[in-house]
């Protein structure tokens, strides 16, 4: 498939729906079990997208359309959102990640992106020379990156209780390839 | 996480909103294009989740509470629902797929299942021997199994267009772990 920006978008604006029809009003059990260890649950993951829309995907492209290559992103946090999710609820998270990402998206199209400004470079801090384009597929492959991950972090709660069934389920079988 | 059938039940009859969150107006490049080969696209996953509400889940509750494991499950189709689903729009399949899902759980809720009808056994012929419960946990799976195949699916699309972050996302280097 190519990319384009009306592609970009129409899937930008999607996921906020996605999440909210997936997870509100699932009983906590749900939503506050992770995968073991230190890994990640559900709020967590909605802080997190909520800390991108605030600090990372719009502040990049703003920074390439102004430096270009000149100058680094600022590094992401990737902590960043937990002290800011704590007290709050899920369905507060999910209104609020909603309300960034409909600002972000309304801002991204008065941009009025062609193709010269989607070609300009920007500086990553870890990966080196991206492109404005690149960027904006990073934004709509990150969504799905944690789409997915919510997807495996509730099925690993039914592991056990699918018995021989979870041998055969791909998102059981699922490390989650992240480093 | 325990299993219980409140747990199972919030979280079946949420999948048909995600979805539709997710898919609903989406471009027809994303939701016609699959991972290369003879792989699925979504409106294929869809139309697969509809026939599994017709064919396979509740048909194979009510084979255990009536048969317990004297008799094998109908073998399911996994091409079932190419013909079925030939013509329609996705936004067809979309509202089929969220009418049946809440007409098998209002079925599902009105046997009152307990303790003792969870624990009977039933006859998979591939798998052997699991129980009601088992198969209820696997429903839940399956449901989960194809959002992380669908997010997949999507993420592929932008795969090279992501450029140097496409290594980064677990999304990307998901191959899907299905026989």
């Known amino acids: 498939m190519e990319q384009s920006l009306a592609h970009t978008i129409a899937l930008l604006e999607r996921t906020p729906a996605a999440l909210d029809g997936l997870l509100r009003g699932l009983p906590d059990e749900w939503i506050f079990t992770n995968e073991?260890?230190?890994?990640?649950?559900?709020?967590?993951?909605?802080?997190?997208?909520?800390?991108g829309e605030q600090t990372d995907w719009m502040p990049?492209?703003?920074?390439?359309l102004q430096f270009a290559g000149t100058r680094a992103f600022e590094p992401?946090?990737?902590a960043g959102h937990v002290r800011q999710s704590e007290g709050k609820s899920l369905d507060q998270l999910l209104d609020e990640f909603a309300r960034l990402r409909a600002a972000n998206l309304a801002e991204l199209r008065a941009l009025n992106l062609g193709p010269k400004e989607l070609a300009l470079p920007g500086r990553h801090?870890?990966?080196g020379?991206?492109?404005?384009?690149q960027?904006?597929?990073?934004?709509?492959?990150?969504?799905?990156?944690?789409l997915h991950q919510?997807?495996?972090i509730l099925a690993h709660q039914y592991r056990?209780?699918?018995?021989?069934w979870s041998a055969y389920m791909g998102v059981m079988q699922c490390g989650g390839h992240s480093s």
Do not use: C, Q, Y
């Open 60 to 64: 990049r492209v703003k920074m390439i």
């Open 36 to 51: 073991g260890g230190d890994t990640w649950n559900s709020f967590g993951v909605v802080g997190h997208l909520i800390f």
């Open 129 to 133: 020379s991206v492109t404005l384009a």
């Open 150 to 152: 919510v997807s495996r």
């Open 135 to 146: 960027l904006l597929a990073a934004w709509v492959g990150h969504d799905l990156t944690h």
């Open 160 to 164: 056990e209780a699918a018995g021989p």
């Open 125 to 127: 801090p870890g990966l």
């Open 76 to 78: 992401f946090d990737r």
